[in-house]
């Protein structure tokens, strides 16, 4: 089943430096790349990705 979701900046940030393949992040983050969930976002919420995302 494809699920249309907004990903919060928290959950891409606690996913992408994780070695944890069973957190939760993890888990969505994998589902997006599959397919299995499908990120819905606005001009705000991708502004917010690249401020956030850009952090040292």
Known sequence: MIC???IDT???VS???SSKDDTA???V???VITGEIV???SNVIT???REVLSRK
Do not use: S
Request: positive net charge.
């Open 29 to 31: 983050l994998g589902k």
């Open 39 to 41: 990120p819905v976002y």
């Open 15 to 17: 996913a992408l430096p």
């Open 25 to 27: 992040t993890v888990q």
């Open 47 to 49: 502004k917010e990705y």
């Open 10 to 12: 928290n959950v891409l």
């Open 4 to 6: 249309y979701a907004v």
